[in-house]
């Protein structure tokens, strides 16, 4: 059995496969550590927001390790296990980040446009012994929104994109499980920190400010369908005979 043991980087290597190695939360390298009560270290990302995460690894979910820590009550190990699981920032302590975010997330104008694509639509036909589809290629119209004043096949149509912000607080259900509350969405949650005190790490939204709904995109342009221009609608409706389904009844 001692034979079976192989070198699993020298054994990709000479069957020329690379080796990859995927990096996930709580993996890595480990730090050296001597404080013996239960902990969490600060951690910071590359956008400057931070979290205290029980942890000893260098990186954890996108997140630097660094030296300052504090010191959790371990009756409250469920609790630091929901906000490390669920990804939960304190507002407290990303003021700065938050504010830098509010300032860069400014409103902005889009322009909606028209998009036509040959959608095929299937007929089938029956001589008796053997089915065959042919496809209908019909010209189909749909919409989406760009901010590009300059796109081709602009409706007219404008929207101002607004930013809205949400945050929460930890509450207990009636099993007795942690539960994120969220709430009132709003334009500035450092005011809302008292009462909703952490953020998740998309934290924010747009929306049409006309109507405050989502600014959802419509059907959003596919780019692997065929689009066609207006006056070519005309030539392109028309029956063409495909090649999916040919068989014999029995």
Not at 29 to 49: E, F, L, P, R, T
Not at 119 to 148: E, F, L, N, Q, R
Not at 227 to 247: A, H, R, S, V, Y
Request: aromatic share 12%; hydrophobic share 25%.
């Amino acid at each position: 059995m001692k034979n079976l043991k192989l070198n699993i980087k020298k054994f990709l290597a000479l069957s020329g496969i690379s080796l990859v190695l995927v990096s996930t939360a709580g993996c890595g390298k480990k730090a050296d550590c001597d404080i013996k009560d239960y902990h969490a270290h600060k951690y910071v990302n590359n956008d400057g927001y931070c979290r205290y995460i029980d942890s000893e690894y260098l990186t954890y979910d996108g997140y630097e390790r660094q030296d300052e820590y504090e010191y959790l009550n371990p009756i409250e190990k469920d609790y630091n296990k929901f906000l490390k699981t669920n990804k939960i920032l304190r507002i407290e302590e990303n003021i700065d980040a938050i504010q830098r975010t509010q300032e860069q997330n400014q409103d902005f104008l889009e322009y909606r446009y028209a998009y036509t694509y040959l959608m095929p639509v299937p007929i089938v036909h029956s001589t008796g012994k053997t089915t065959y589809i042919t496809y209908m290629y019909v010209p189909t119209t749909h919409y989406s929104w760009t901010s590009d004043p300059n796109h081709s096949r602009l409706t007219g149509e404008t929207r101002v994109c607004h930013y809205v912000y949400a945050s929460y607080k930890i509450e207990k259900n009636e099993r007795g499980k942690y539960v994120l509350i969220q709430g009132p969405e709003n334009q500035d949650i450092i005011s809302a920190r008292k009462d909703y005190p952490f953020i998740l790490e998309k934290y924010y939204k747009i929306i049409d400010l006309a109507n405050g709904l989502d600014a959802s995109y419509e059907d959003m342009e596919n780019d692997d369908v065929t689009n066609i221009e207006e006056e070519e609608q005309q030539e392109n409706d028309k029956t063409e005979q495909g090649k999916t389904l040919t068989k014999e009844n029995k």
